[in-house]
């Protein structure tokens, strides 16, 4: 959520950034709501002073025989009924303002360039060198069946489409690329490790921008006030929600490994395919909480942590700076991880890394008092996937295919998988 003060002290800038974004709001509705809140505060504080001014009269009428105290009781009356009534009218505009600022996206930072869409999303840099194969490389759900790592067919049978068994080796390689993820960033990153629930109240998901707006995309339990995380970034990003932190304790660095869950509405007949686009995925998630000051250099560091993920597994990737018309709602500046398939002779998305300044402390009330003894501030936070491991899954089985059909193992990962270094069959 963004400060009323800003949008209305910047409404034109505000308005070309709605427009970068492809969003479609008319910011005269706000205008008009803000105004008619200043005006119904103003007739409030006047009638109470009235009431206080006509409560002193009575006080007084007893040595002063001329004034009518009925009369006067009748006038505070009358003017108490106003002020209920501007109360409950406020209330409704209030509440009409908390509604409408909740579906406003994030501003951009300078450093976003102005896009359409994915096309336009200028790329930073590239790091590993696409792997040239003597054979016709396969797609990671034919190789995948063909070892007896991943059944697709089952997890229609036990759910519905998009969801997958992994098994075998392939359940053994998700589980090794979770440990050594984590292990990677506790270890050498610095992040405290947490386990949050995988279930979260409505409030929780409001704090990080996901309700109201994505609700559709959102598994909800049907007795209960709660939804399935879309992705560990909400429980972990809500730790210190309607806190006050000393800026002595920043940065505060958190990483977790979780299922997300997700409807993914609105992508039907894309990736339809193998694990690119499931309902259900394994995800290790990193997210940050710090200063204004230093949420650039953390963003920076944020996404040189996810690098090295790609980096240690040896797997060819490029760094992208999404434009205006590809950000996410929440973020003001974002970079997307790309890892290349080879199945696909493209770079396929694995990572995103985002500043969200102030927009997710706004929704849910986190600060910091800062050390020289300054008015308390709003945190900045940032989140980004360290990495999602199902689409590493996909990246290794393809990247690591070889002409018989089996995997090569990274050699990072061979001690997470027990010393095997080849996937070669059922």
């Known amino acids: 959520m963004l400060d ?72 505070i009356k009358a003017i108490g009924e106003n002020i209920k009534t501007l109360d409950t009218e406020l209330a409704e505009i209030e509440s009409k303002l908390h509604d409408y600022m909740m579906t406003l996206p994030n501003k951009l930072s300078d450093t976003t360039p102005i896009g359409n869409d994915e096309n336009d999303n200028p790329v930073v840099r590239k790091w590993g060198e696409p792997k040239k194969f003597d054979f016709e490389p396969k797609p990671h759900w034919d190789l995948a069946e063909a070892l007896g790592i991943m059944d697709f067919e089952k997890g229609v049978m036990l759910a519905q489409s998009r969801f997958t068994v992994l098994q075998g080796m392939g359940a053994r390689l998700e589980r090794a690329l979770v440990n050594f993820m984590l292990d990677l960033h506790t270890q050498k990153h610095g992040y405290l490790e947490v386990e949050p629930p995988f279930m979260v109240r409505s409030a929780i998901l409001e704090g990080t921008g996901q309700l109201p707006k994505f609700a559709e995309d959102l598994y909800k339990l049907q007795n ?51 694990l690119m686009r499931q309902h259900q995925f394994d995800k290790v998630e990193m997210v940050k909480i710090c200063t204004p000051e ?121 001690p997470y998988m027990n010393g095997l270094e080849r996937i070669t069959g059922k």
């Not at 995103?352 to 050390?371: H, I, V």
């Not at 295919?401 to 990962?413: M, R, V, Y």
């Open 4 to 75: 009323i003060k800003y949008i209305l002290a910047n409404q034109p800038e505000y308005s070309e950034c709605l427009k970068n974004r492809h969003h479609d709001f008319d910011l005269s509705v706000l205008v008009g709501l803000d105004e008619r809140r200043r005006k119904i505060i103003g007739e409030t504080e006047d009638l109470k002073a009235k009431r206080n001014e006509g409560s002193r009269k009575i006080g007084s009428a007893k040595n002063n025989p001329d004034i009518d105290v009925n009369a006067l009781k009748a006038e």
């Open 224 to 274: 209960d006030d709660l939804w399935l995380i879309p992705t560990a970034e909400v429980p972990l990003t809500n730790l210190n929600r309607e806190s006050i932190l000393d800026e002595k304790d920043l940065p505060l660095y958190y990483t977790a490994y979780t299922p997300c869950f997700r409807r993914e509405a609105g992508s039907a007949g894309r990736d339809v395919r193998g």
């Open 294 to 414: 230093t949420s650039y250099d953390e963003l920076e560091k944020l996404t040189n942590n996810a690098e090295e993920v790609l980096q240690i597994l040896e797997l060819p990737y490029r760094v992208v700076n999404l434009c205006s018309g590809d950000i996410g709602f929440g973020s003001c500046k974002t970079y997307d991880l790309e890892v290349w398939l080879p199945s696909q002779n493209k770079y396929r998305e694995i990572s995103s890394c985002s500043n969200c300044e102030d927009f997710q402390a706004r929704r849910m009330s986190l600060r910091y008092r800062p050390e020289d003894g300054g008015k308390i501030r709003f945190a900045h936070t940032l989140n980004g996937s360290g990495i999602a491991v199902g689409r590493t899954v996909i990246a290794i089985v393809e990247n690591y295919q070889n002409e018989d059909g089996s995997i090569t193992i990274p050699k990072a990962l061979v």
